[in-house]
């Protein structure tokens, strides 16, 4: 039996929010700096160029996650390998998998056994893989009936 690729994205509500709220930054600092204009004073010169470089990177990022809202892939399920995308911890860590998502493989043959970790207010993947390491993947899916579906993708690719 033939197995077909498939993709799971991103939840498109969290990268709505995040565009609104990056467009939203951006027109605030901008006008801050359109309303400091009146009093300027040489103290200034330094300030305009540097709120003129975040406002306008906010808007084009903002608007740049808006356009693509439902375009930036999470996980991919192949014939013999899942390819999942890495979310780091620290800082500018979420921004990661919008400006330069970086991802991982991990073939089939390697997945000892697959189950879901409930945390206080999210469900992970958890991955034992054969040595007994563990991979967590931390999925923004959509719903809970999505995070079963890919559970149930995944041990179907697994016999």
């Given at each position: 039996?033939?197995?077909?690729?498939?993709?799971?994205?991103i939840?498109s509500?969290?990268t709505?929010?995040f565009?609104?709220?990056?467009i939203?930054i951006?027109?605030?600092?901008?006008?801050?700096?359109?309303?400091?204009?009146?009093y300027?004073?040489i103290?200034?010169l330094?300030l305009?160029?540097?709120?003129?470089?975040?406002s306008?990177?906010t808007?084009?990022?903002?608007?740049k996650?808006?356009?693509?809202?439902?375009?930036?892939?999470?996980l991919?399920?192949?014939?013999?390998?899942?390819?999942y995308?890495?979310?780091?911890?620290?800082k500018?860590?979420?921004?990661?998998y919008f400006?330069?998502?970086?991802?991982k493989?991990?073939?089939?043959?390697?997945?000892?056994?697959?189950?879901?970790?409930?945390?206080?207010?999210?469900?992970h993947i958890?991955?034992?893989q054969?040595?007994d390491s563990k991979?967590?993947?931390?999925?923004l899916f959509k719903?809970?009936k999505?995070?079963?579906?890919i559970?149930?993708?995944?041990?179907?690719?697994?016999n």
């Amino acid at each position: 039996m033939r197995l077909n690729n498939k993709q799971y994205y991103i939840n498109s509500l969290r990268t709505v929010v995040f565009g609104s709220c990056s467009i939203s930054i951006g027109l605030f600092v901008l006008c801050l700096l359109f309303l400091t204009i009146p009093y300027f004073d040489i103290s200034y010169l330094f300030l305009i160029p540097i709120a003129g470089i975040i406002s306008i990177t906010t808007i084009y990022f903002g608007s740049k996650i808006l356009i693509q809202f439902n375009k930036f892939v999470q996980l991919e399920l192949h014939e013999t390998e899942l390819k999942y995308l890495i979310i780091g911890t620290g800082k500018g860590s979420a921004l990661n998998y919008f400006i330069n998502p970086s991802f991982k493989t991990l073939k089939y043959s390697n997945i000892k056994f697959i189950n879901i970790i409930r945390t206080n207010f999210e469900k992970h993947i958890e991955i034992i893989q054969n040595d007994d390491s563990k991979i967590v993947i931390f999925l923004l899916f959509k719903n809970e009936k999505e995070l079963e579906e890919i559970i149930l993708e995944i041990k179907n690719r697994l016999n």
